[in-house]
């Protein structure tokens, strides 16, 4: 039976949800023109003293907006563009291409009964998240 893309994103996102992977996309860059922007004003405003003020202000907003909230890892999947699906489902089918199955809930089921091909997903997942989505990776709660 020929794999199906929708099938191994099921699959990944049953993996991830029940390890309660989450992820948090990191906007360092937007932090980084924050912090920039607060202590220009502050200077602005404040000369030498203000400008202290600004740095320290807008270095916290800056770090708080660097710091990204955490989704659950199968909602960020299911948003993915296809060719970001395809990249996750070419490198989930070379872990699964020797299981025999016909359907998601049965691929599904497959998997979730072997804690090696679990941990194999997981890794593959966490490191495309780590290196494609530039994100930190959290589990649990």
Request: a negative charge; proline letters at 4%.
């Amino acid at each position: 039976m020929p794999v199906v893309v929708e099938d191994i994103m099921k699959l990944l996102c049953s993996v991830s949800e029940q390890r309660k992977m989450k992820a948090a996309v990191k906007h360092s860059g937007k932090g980084a023109l924050v912090t920039g922007a607060v202590a220009f004003v502050g200077g602005l405003v404040g000369g030498p003293p203000g400008l202290a003020i600004g740095g320290a202000v807008g270095g916290l907003l800056g770090a708080w907006m660097a710091s990204g909230e955490f989704q659950s890892v199968p909602r960020i999947l299911m948003e993915l563009p296809a060719e970001e699906q395809q990249k996750l489902f070419l490198e989930a089918s070379a872990i699964v291409r020797n299981l025999d199955w016909t359907d998601a809930v049965q691929l599904t089921a497959l998997v979730m009964g072997s804690e090696a091909l679990q941990q194999q997903l997981l890794a593959m997942l966490a490191a495309y998240v780590t290196k494609e989505l530039r994100a930190e990776v959290r589990y649990g709660d």
